[in-house]
């Protein structure tokens, strides 16, 4: 009997513990193999530089492996973890040597064609019930975001973009995409630091928003 009730008394306490914070790193899908291995490596080098910061936020990838996954799955893996933030990524190989991020917010409008319900069941909430839900919050942080950069690198960024976005249309939490151009899959190294930097000021805010 006393067993019974200390199991139900851990099983209690665990369950009213509040969920830590949440950010999830998406490194996108992409077309070449090469750009999905190497969004891959940098995200879990974000991941881990992160973690070292803040010890007490749990951030995870929307993907482990180097095979692109359907657009959906990575909304609805943030969805079902109840993330707080959801950071997407897009590399893209350019022939410009300039260094620049571009920074883009999903906007009131959906994209033409939303892709398919996931054939997982993780908690998928419909595009048209989602993304609307954080808007002005993702673009308060993707603006903060943009600061950060300019505060702490010589990086060149632009002000966010509002474009209907596929890869975050599903998405509950606050987020946005960040497009790295790339003359060569590896050259995201060059951008590493000031990512990190930003990233840093971008979760200190959304932690002050939810004191």
């Known amino acids: 009997m006393k067993t019974f009730f200390l199991i139900f008394a851990v099983s209690f ?3 009213a513990m509040p969920a830590p914070f949440t950010v999830v790193l998406d490194p996108g899908t992409g077309r070449e193999p090469a750009l999905l291995q190497e969004s891959l490596a940098c995200t879990e080098l974000l991941r ?10 749990r951030i995870v990838l929307s993907r482990t492996s180097a095979i ?22 897009n590399f893209a190989i350019t022939k410009e040597e300039s260094r620049y991020v ?24 419909p595009f048209g019930k989602a993304y609307t839900k954080e808007i002005n919050r993702s673009q308060h942080l993707a603006h903060h975001l943009v600061s950060a950069l300019k505060a702490t690198s010589s990086l060149s960024c ?16 606050p987020s946005f995409l960040i497009e790295l151009p790339l003359t060569k899959p590896h050259d ?8 990190h930097e930003g990233l840093k000021a971008v979760i200190q805010e959304q932690l002050k928003e939810q004191e």
Request: glycine share 4%; with cysteine; charged share 15%.
């Open 68 to 89: 692109a996954p359907d657009i959906n799955q990575a909304a609805s893996f943030s969805n079902r973890l109840h993330a707080d933030l959801h950071v997407a990524f």
């Open 102 to 125: 571009q920074l883009y917010t999903c906007g009131q409008k959906a994209h033409m064609t939303p892709g398919k319900h996931p054939k997982s069941n993780l908690t998928f909430i």
């Open 48 to 57: 881990q530089a992160l973690e070292d910061t803040f010890p007490e936020v």
């Open 13 to 15: 306490t665990l369950g």
């Open 188 to 195: 995201w190294r060059s951008y590493f630091s000031a990512l």
């Open 158 to 173: 632009n002000e966010p973009h509002v474009l209907p976005l596929k890869a975050l249309q599903g998405v509950l939490a």
